[in-house]
């Protein structure tokens, strides 16, 4: 199978509409203009004179910025964008990574970096730079080269650098570069990923024999079952040592299996929509609440895009238009000079220039077409 599902197979997708992709569904067209340009003339004036934002030696941040103005039509010869390209590229290592070489989160700078320059890769200006940095990546996942076997729960795996515990979130953006460079289902990085993101899931399964399989069982994701597991959803600590769901994470593993050709009728697929169903939201991070909000605003878009449906149809019944609603809600919270920024500023959300970043990044999928 593919990178993407079929419509026709994802109408039997539990919690999603069978509705054709061309339905006049989606937020408000000059609205979702109105909020976007607010917030590009608000990151044109937080831009370093080097080109970066918020601080020099974070071009994670820099380039998820980058990424979100040139998703939001910004040209890459536009002197904010040509400049945020240029701070990046001065990050390109001679391992063909793109970090700051100080940096413990190689393998996050480096994907972000990805996506950015295949953003602005139109003329193949950064083809060679962009091969060099597919080159790295794969490097960069825990497999046999790092002495991990196929029933290691390092497997697979990607964390912020070569040496560091994988996660599902290097892991899905791990996955989201790779595709952007051109990697597709059957690639062996995504197959190796998968085994991976099989294990991130409270799912016990042929997939997933892991201690924690079994002990929540109800078809989220948490952030990491390797070196004794670990979550960053709320709540206290269960007494049978499972790791709690939470949705940023359950978007992620959605995510990363349809990039990987899990298809709708998966036992994998199929429990982490259940999950979604329950825990449909655009006001909070379910299972997490308003930690990395702006994080899961991005991720929520870049899945439900990725299912390629119009509507979603929550445990309730209610259908839900996520385009719209989450235009809506980005709207409603977006500052009178363009930014947004979460209060609850855990994982860096307080800078408004990351929120804003992640916001633009949730927007651009709001009125792409659905495939």
């Known amino acids: 199978m593919g990178l993407g599902v079929s419509i026709a197979m994802l109408a039997t997708m539990p919690g999603v509409l069978a509705e054709d992709a061309k339905a006049t569904a989606g937020p408000n067209a000059e609205k979702l203009?109105?909020?976007?340009?607010?917030?590009?003339?608000?990151?044109?004036?937080?831009?370093?004179?080097?080109?970066?934002?918020?601080?020099?030696?974070?071009?994670?941040?820099?380039?998820?910025?980058?990424?979100?103005?040139?998703?939001?039509?910004?040209?890459?010869?536009?002197?904010?964008?040509?400049?945020?390209?240029?701070?990046?590229?001065?990050?390109?290592?001679?391992?063909?990574?793109?970090?700051?070489?100080?940096?413990?989160?190689?393998?996050?700078?480096?994907?972000?970096a990805v996506l950015a320059f295949t953003e602005a890769n139109k003329d193949g200006k950064y083809k060679s730079l962009l091969a060099a940095a597919d080159k790295y990546l794969r490097q960069q996942q825990w497999d046999e080269e790092e002495g991990k076997s196929k029933d290691d729960p390092y497997y697979g795996g990607a964390g912020y650098g070569s040496t560091s515990r994988p996660d599902m979130s290097n892991t899905q953006f791990l996955l989201e570069a790779l595709k952007a460079a051109g990697a597709k289902s059957d690639d062996p990085a995504f197959q190796k990923a998968l085994v991976f993101v099989s294990r991130t899931q409270n799912l016990e399964s042929e997939h997933n024999t892991t201690p924690f399989a079994?002990?929540?069982?109800?078809?989220?994701?948490?952030?990491?079952?390797?070196?004794?597991?670990?979550?960053?959803?709320?709540?206290?600590?269960?007494?049978?040592?499972?790791?709690?769901?939470?949705?940023?994470?359950?978007?992620?593993?959605?995510?990363?299996?349809?990039?990987?050709?899990?298809?709708?009728?998966?036992?994998r697929v199929k429990a982490a929509v259940s999950w979604l169903k329950k825990h449909y939201s655009v006001t909070e991070n379910p299972g997490a609440g308003q930690n990395g909000l702006y994080y899961y605003y991005q991720t929520f878009a870049k899945s439900l895009h990725?299912?390629?449906?119009?509507?979603?149809?929550?445990?309730?019944?209610?259908?839900?238009?996520?385009?719209?609603?989450?235009?809506?809600?980005?709207?409603?919270?977006?500052?009178?000079?363009?930014?947004?920024?979460?209060?609850?500023?855990?994982?860096?959300?307080?800078?408004?220039?990351?929120?804003?970043?992640?916001?633009?990044?949730?927007?651009?999928?709001?009125d792409k077409p659905l495939k």
């Open 214 to 267: 079994a002990k929540v069982n109800d078809g989220g994701f948490y952030y990491t079952p390797a070196a004794g597991g670990a979550t960053r959803a709320e709540g206290e600590a269960l007494p049978n040592g499972g790791l709690r769901s939470y949705a940023s994470m359950t978007y992620a593993g959605l995510k990363s299996m349809i990039y990987c050709g899990v298809g709708p009728d998966d036992p």
């Open 33 to 112: 203009k109105a909020a976007r340009a607010k917030a590009v003339s608000f990151l044109k004036t937080t831009q370093k004179e080097d080109g970066s934002w918020t601080t020099a030696n974070a071009p994670g941040i820099s380039g998820l910025i980058v990424t979100g103005l040139l998703r939001s039509g910004v040209p890459a010869d536009d002197p904010v964008a040509a400049a945020g390209l240029k701070y990046l590229a001065g990050f390109v290592q001679p391992d063909g990574g793109i970090y700051y070489i100080k940096s413990n989160h190689r393998n996050y700078e480096t994907c972000i």
């Open 306 to 366: 990725a299912v390629g449906q119009a509507e979603f149809t929550d445990e309730s019944g209610k259908k839900h238009d996520w385009r719209s609603e989450l235009a809506a809600q980005l709207a409603q919270a977006q500052q009178e000079n363009g930014s947004w920024v979460n209060a609850t500023a855990r994982w860096n959300e307080g800078d408004p220039n990351l929120a804003t970043a992640y916001a633009l990044l949730a927007l651009s999928y709001c």
